[in-house]
């Protein structure tokens, strides 16, 4: 089944404690992204990557890190993280070029004290 | 960024009922897009209009784009109570990032 994966789904950390959201997808596409829902806000753009070892700023990028080391992986590191950064993520994956949809990962709902 | 704007911000209807949401955007675009998401849940892909198209159609969905009024609209007909979600309209510009980029979305319930 064509899918894209996240994990863990759920999350309550602490502020400083370093934390790892993994992403995969098996469907071979090129362009993988990562968003934060927020509410009143919508969905903004963390950072996204367009293949392996190639990725970029979104709208939000501060306190976020990302890495494409494999062409189905894309985890969201967050070195230091702080209250601000509870929300929804979504990881998503899309074809290259052409006029495409984008496929969404189930969410990480992370909690940060 | 360009952004694009879902009216109206919540919506409630009889099931039966038709449901319509607007959305506006600022620049041009290659396409725009429509996504439903249940609460709490991953975006799903509902339906695609290509910017030199009008109208397009899948199943009870019908979706209109006017590129001189940079809006578009996304019919629901014959709403079920399983049509209850957030609707998300998604504009693509077409420029090198491949950036899609979201309203806020219009919170639709469907009252059984």
């Given at each position: 089944e064509a899918q894209v994966t996240q994990n863990p789904r759920y999350l309550i950390t602490v502020t400083g404690k370093k934390l790892t959201v993994t992403c995969s997808q098996?469907?071979?596409?090129?362009y993988m992204s990562w968003y934060r829902q927020d509410p009143g806000l919508g969905l903004r753009q963390i950072y996204y990557s367009m293949n392996v070892e190639v990725t970029d700023k979104g709208d939000v990028p501060e306190g976020y890190k990302v890495s494409r080391k494999e062409k189905r992986n894309f985890p969201l590191i967050l070195e230091s993280p702080s209250p601000n950064q509870t929300s929804l993520y979504f990881c998503a994956s899309r074809v290259l070029g052409g006029n495409n949809e984008q496929f969404f990962g189930p969410g990480t709902r992370l909690t940060v004290l | 960024s360009q952004q694009g704007e879902e009216d109206p911000q919540a919506l409630s209807i009889q099931e039966g009922e038709n449901a319509t949401m607007n959305c506006s955007y600022k620049t041009s675009i290659n396409n725009l897009q429509w996504y439903r998401q249940n609460s709490g849940r991953g975006l799903v892909h509902l339906i695609l209009i290509r910017s030199n198209e009008r109208e397009k159609h899948s199943g009870r969905l019908r979706v209109t784009l006017d590129t001189s009024k940079k809006s578009s609209s996304l019919l629901i007909t014959?709403?079920?109570?399983?049509?209850?979600a957030s609707y998300f309209c998604a504009t693509d510009?077409?420029?090198?990032?491949y950036q899609l980029t979201f309203g806020k979305g219009t919170k639709l319930s469907v009252i059984p």
């Open positions: 098996n469907m071979n596409h090129e | 014959a709403s079920r109570a399983a049509d209850t510009s077409g420029a090198g990032s």
